[in-house]
């Protein structure tokens, strides 16, 4: 059985910085990709930040130059950096894995953990 549990996040004000971190277990070991989804109330659920077996990483749009993702395969771990946070980052963060080779397959969901940015 599969397991994704998240653990970080909370409180920022704008412009400061938050971390998430997600470990995996179960036959979770060996995802091709592991990373990070949101979704804020009322929009539809969308990528933060995939980071693959190999170290390739894909951010999304609203992210990218602010937000970080690695990976300890060692640990099955996937981290989140959050840096320069804005108020429109507040959402529900769900760590995601699949092991498919296309990142938007995701077959594994965490129970997410909530971010709440402030102005």
């Known amino acids: 059985q599969v397991q994704l549990v998240e653990s970080g996040g909370g409180s920022a004000q704008a412009g400061g910085s938050l971390s998430l971190s997600c470990a995996a277990s179960?036959?979770?070991?060996?995802?091709?990709?592991m990373g990070w989804f949101r979704q804020a109330p009322g929009k539809d659920r969308e990528l933060v930040g995939v980071?693959?077996?190999?170290?390739?990483?894909i951010y999304g749009d609203s992210v990218k130059g602010r937000f970080a993702v690695s990976r300890d395969a060692a640990e099955n771990t996937v981290h989140l950096q959050m840096n320069s946070l804005k108020v429109e980052d507040s959402a529900l963060y769900h760590c995601?894995?699949?092991?498919?080779?296309?990142?938007?397959?995701?077959?594994?969901w965490g129970q997410g953990t909530q971010v709440t940015v402030s102005s």
């Open positions: 179960g036959r979770a070991i060996g995802f091709y990709w």
């Open positions: 995601a894995g699949t092991y498919a080779s296309t990142y938007n397959a995701i077959g594994f």
């Open positions: 980071i693959s077996r190999s170290g390739s990483a």
